[in-house]
Structures are given as structure tokens and as C-alpha cells.
């Protein structure tokens, strides 16, 4: 938009910080957040990953989402083994669509291609490890 100032990544984290320590220990949807903020949908989720980066850097709890509360700071282990599992799953099929779309079209054309034949070997190495952590019980 024209004449709009971007706001810097961090400014955008800090409104976003302010909003859900007030929250706490609700959650809040992006909406919400929109809303306490003030701030637009890019600025919030902006904002939403450099909190992501911050607390995991300063070993602080963890920021998760889930589809009861919405973005939220937990320290409960049911509930980040919950938010890794979803986010594990979401990569097992980036990484399946990865290999069904992109890579295994390419061994199609040039079977004895070493470097597809890696490729292939070790996104199946790391789609199988997703398998397992996406769908494995409590953890230990």
C-alpha cells in the first residue's frame, strides 16, 4: 500500500509478545491478534515467527498453536508434544510432495542419474524418520 510505513520484524514481535503474555494462559487466534495488536495479517505472523526464534534462543517456553486456543505459550508436555507431532506431519507431506512431484519424475527420465538416485535415497531416509516421530506414541 502506498504510503504505508513496514514495520520492523522485531517492533511487529514485541506487539505480538505484549499480547499473548496478556493472554496467558489463553491462546490467541490470528484474529485476535489482529486485533490486540492492531497490526495486519503479514505483521502478525511476522511477528508470530521472531517470537518463535526468540524464545527458542533464550530457552523460554516454547510458542505452539492449536486448534482449541489458537497461538499460545506452553510448557506442558502433552500439549508441545502435540504441536511437534502436527509439525512433523505437515513436513511429511512437504517432503512426500517433494518426492512424488518433483524428484521422482526426474529418476523417471534419467534412471542411472547418481545424483537423482541419492536425492531419492535420502528424502526417503528422512520421510521415513518423519513417519515415525508424526506417529509414535507419548515419547520418552
Known sequence: MP????LATNVCADQVWVALREARPAGLTTRQLIAATGLNASQVRRGLIYVREITAA???APLIWTRRDGFKFSEEPAELIAFEK???LTELTRITRLISATVSPHAALFPD????QLVLQQLGGVRA???ILAREG???
Open 3 to 6: 504510503g504505508r510505513k513496514r
Open 58 to 60: 533464550e530457552h523460554m
Open 86 to 88: 502436527a509439525q512433523f
Open 113 to 116: 542419474d547418481e545424483y537423482v
Open 129 to 131: 524418520s518423519l513417519h
Open 138 to 140: 507419548r515419547g520418552r
